[in-house]
C-alpha cells in the first residue's frame, strides 16, 4: 500500500489539535444520565478515577516540558539521520512501544513515544497518523505480557494470586499473537520507501534546564504515585512548571483530561444499567470462548479496564478474562484508554478514522487467532 503526498504529510489544520468531538457527545451522554439517573453531585465525582486522571496530568505536563526542552527535535534529527526508509521507522517505533509498555506501562510508553513521532513528521514526509495508531496497536499489545504493564493486568494479576512470572507465562501465547499480527500490519501498511526530508526549518534551541527538571519531576512524580502521594506529586509538578517555565502548562490538552474523566462517568454508569446487569447474569459466559468473547465485546463498549471490573464477578476462567480484555483494547477507540491518548498527542483530527480503518480489522484478525489458539 503506497501513500501520497497528502496522507504523508500532516496539513496545517491536523498540527493545530485534536478535535474535541468526542467531548462532546460525551458530555451530551452524562447529561442524558442527568436527567435518567439523577443523583448528588459528590456521587458524580466519585465516578471519576481521579488517580488515573491526576496522573495523566502530571505526565502531560511533564510532556510539554521535554517537548519544549528542544530535545525531541534534537533526538529526531539524530534518529532520521540513521533511518533511511519508513518501513524501517515504522518497525524501530512500534517495536520500541511494545516494549516499553511491558516495563512503564502502556500510557507512559505513549507519552514518550508520540511526541517524539509528531516531531519526526515535522522533519520529514512520514504518514504521522498510520505511525500513532500502529504505536497504540503496539502498546495495547506489549502491555498485556506483565502484570504491571496495564491497569486490567495489575487488577486481574493480584486476583489471580499467580507469581509475576507465571502471569507473563499466562498471557504469553496471546501476546504473541497479537505481536505477530502488528508486525505484519507495520509490514503491510507502511511501505519500504526512502524517507524524504522536509526543508529545514530554524531548529528550536535545546534547553538544557528545562530537559532535567522535567527528567527530575518524571522519577519524583512516579515515585509520589508508587507511594499513592497523587495530590503531592501533581501539586509539586504544576506549583514548579508554574513558578518556572508557565508556557509548559499553557500547551497542555486539558480537553484529553475532560474526556477522560467524562469516560470514567458514563462507562460507569452504562455499566450500572439494570439491563446490562441482567444480560451478564444470564448469558453464560463464566469459562472458554463465551468468557473470552464477552470479555471482547464489553471492552468495545466501556473499555477493557472497566470491562475486566465488571467482568470479574460473572467469569470463572481469569485466562480467558485476561486474553479477552487485552484484545478488547483493538477495535474501537473506546476499547482502551491508550487509544484516545495517543490520538490527542498526535493532535491529528482525523485520526479516528484512520484508528478505526486499521484497528477494526486489526481486532477481527487477533481476535480470531488467539480464540483458535485457545482453542487447540
Same mark, same amino acid.
Given at each position: 500500500?503506497? #501513500?501520497?503526498?497528502?496522507?504523508?504529510?500532516?496539513?496545517?489544520?491536523? %498540527?493545530?489539535?485534536?478535535?474535541?468531538?468526542?467531548?462532546?457527545?460525551?458530555?451530551?451522554?452524562?447529561?442524558?444520565?442527568?436527567? @435518567?439517573?439523577?443523583?448528588?453531585?459528590? %456521587?458524580?465525582?466519585?465516578?471519576?478515577?481521579?488517580?488515573?486522571?491526576?496522573?495523566?496530568?502530571?505526565?502531560?505536563?511533564?510532556?510539554?516540558?521535554? %517537548?519544549?526542552?528542544?530535545?525531541?527535535?534534537?533526538?529526531?534529527?539524530?534518529?532520521?539521520?540513521?533511518?533511511?526508509?519508513?518501513? +524501517?521507522?515504522?518497525?524501530?517505533?512500534?517495536?520500541?512501544?511494545?516494549?516499553?509498555?511491558?516495563?512503564?506501562?502502556?500510557?507512559?510508553?505513549?507519552?514518550?513515544?508520540?511526541?517524539?513521532?509528531?516531531?519526526?513528521?515535522?522533519?520529514?514526509?512520514?504518514?504521522?497518523?498510520?505511525?500513532?495508531?500502529?504505536?497504540?496497536?503496539?502498546?495495547?499489545?506489549?502491555?498485556?505480557?506483565?502484570?504491571? *504493564?496495564?491497569?486490567?493486568? #495489575?487488577?486481574?494479576?493480584?486476583?489471580?494470586?499467580?507469581?509475576?512470572?507465571?502471569?507473563?507465562?499466562?498471557?504469553?501465547?496471546?501476546?504473541?499473537?497479537?505481536?505477530?499480527?502488528?508486525?505484519?500490519?507495520?509490514?503491510?501498511?507502511?511501505?519500504?520507501?526512502?524517507?524524504?526530508?522536509?526543508?529545514?526549518? %530554524?531548529?528550536?534551541?535545546?534547553?538544557?534546564? @528545562?530537559?532535567?527538571?522535567?527528567?527530575?519531576?518524571?522519577? *519524583?512524580?512516579?515515585?509520589? #504515585?508508587?507511594?499513592?502521594?497523587?495530590?503531592?506529586?501533581?501539586?509539586?509538578?504544576? *506549583?514548579? &512548571?508554574?513558578?518556572?517555565?508557565?508556557?509548559?502548562?499553557? !500547551?497542555?490538552?486539558?480537553?484529553?483530561?475532560?474526556?477522560?474523566?467524562?469516560?470514567?462517568?458514563?462507562?460507569?454508569?452504562?455499566? $450500572?444499567?439494570?439491563?446490562?446487569?441482567?444480560?451478564?447474569?444470564?448469558?453464560?459466559?463464566? $469459562?472458554?470462548?463465551?468468557?473470552?468473547?464477552?470479555?471482547?465485546?464489553?471492552?468495545?463498549?466501556?473499555?477493557?479496564?472497566?470491562?475486566?471490573?465488571?467482568?470479574? +464477578?460473572?467469569?470463572?476462567?481469569?485466562?480467558?478474562?485476561?486474553?479477552?480484555?487485552?484484545? !478488547? !483494547?483493538? *477495535?474501537?477507540?473506546?476499547?482502551?484508554?491508550?487509544?484516545?491518548?495517543?490520538?490527542?498527542?498526535?493532535? #491529528?483530527?482525523?485520526?479516528?478514522? $484512520? &484508528?478505526?480503518?486499521?484497528?477494526?480489522?486489526?481486532?477481527?484478525?487477533?481476535?480470531?487467532?488467539?480464540?483458535?489458539?485457545?482453542?487447540?
Amino acid at each position: 500500500m503506497t #501513500l501520497s503526498a497528502a496522507e504523508a504529510t500532516p496539513s496545517p489544520a491536523e %498540527e493545530q489539535g485534536g478535535g474535541n468531538g468526542l467531548l462532546w457527545v460525551l458530555v451530551a451522554v452524562a447529561v442524558l444520565f442527568a436527567f @435518567l439517573r439523577p443523583r448528588a453531585p459528590m %456521587e458524580w465525582l466519585k465516578l471519576v478515577d481521579w488517580q488515573t486522571v491526576g496522573a495523566l496530568a502530571g505526565l502531560l505536563a511533564i510532556t510539554q516540558g521535554v %517537548e519544549k526542552s528542544g530535545m525531541l527535535q534534537a533526538a529526531a534529527q539524530r534518529l532520521l539521520a540513521r533511518t533511511h526508509n519508513q518501513r +524501517s521507522l515504522a518497525m524501530l517505533l512500534t517495536a520500541s512501544a511494545a516494549l516499553l509498555s511491558a516495563l512503564v506501562t502502556n500510557d507512559v510508553s505513549l507519552f514518550l513515544l508520540v511526541p517524539l513521532t509528531r516531531v519526526l513528521a515535522t522533519q520529514a514526509h512520514l504518514p504521522l497518523a498510520r505511525l500513532v495508531v500502529l504505536e497504540a496497536l503496539a502498546v495495547n499489545a506489549g502491555s498485556a505480557l506483565t502484570p504491571i *504493564g496495564n491497569p486490567q493486568n #495489575l487488577y486481574l494479576w493480584h486476583r489471580s494470586g499467580e507469581s509475576f512470572f507465571a502471569f507473563m507465562a499466562m498471557m504469553g501465547p496471546t501476546v504473541a499473537v497479537m505481536l505477530f499480527w502488528l508486525f505484519v500490519a507495520v509490514w503491510l501498511l507502511v511501505p519500504r520507501t526512502p524517507i524524504a526530508l522536509k526543508p529545514a526549518a %530554524e531548529a528550536a534551541p535545546v534547553q538544557p534546564r @528545562l530537559l532535567a527538571l522535567a527528567g527530575v519531576l518524571f522519577i *519524583g512524580f512516579v515515585v509520589a #504515585l508508587d507511594r499513592h502521594w497523587l495530590l503531592a506529586g501533581l501539586g509539586v509538578v504544576l *506549583g514548579v &512548571f508554574l513558578v518556572t517555565y508557565p508556557r509548559v502548562l499553557r !500547551g497542555i490538552d486539558w480537553a484529553l483530561l475532560a474526556i477522560i474523566a467524562l469516560m470514567f462517568v458514563d462507562l460507569r454508569q452504562l455499566a $450500572e444499567l439494570p439491563t446490562i446487569t441482567a444480560l451478564l447474569g444470564y448469558w453464560p459466559i463464566t $469459562e472458554g470462548w463465551r468468557a473470552y468473547l464477552a470479555a471482547i465485546v464489553t471492552s468495545q463498549f466501556i473499555s477493557n479496564v472497566p470491562a475486566a471490573i465488571l467482568l470479574d +464477578s460473572h467469569v470463572r476462567d481469569l485466562p480467558a478474562l485476561a486474553a479477552g480484555v487485552s484484545v !478488547g !483494547g483493538f *477495535g474501537c477507540v473506546l476499547g482502551s484508554l491508550a487509544n484516545l491518548i495517543a490520538l490527542r498527542l498526535a493532535k #491529528l483530527p482525523n485520526g479516528m478514522r $484512520e &484508528f478505526h480503518r486499521i484497528s477494526i480489522p486489526f481486532l477481527l484478525v487477533c481476535a480470531a487467532s488467539a480464540l483458535l489458539l485457545r482453542l487447540a
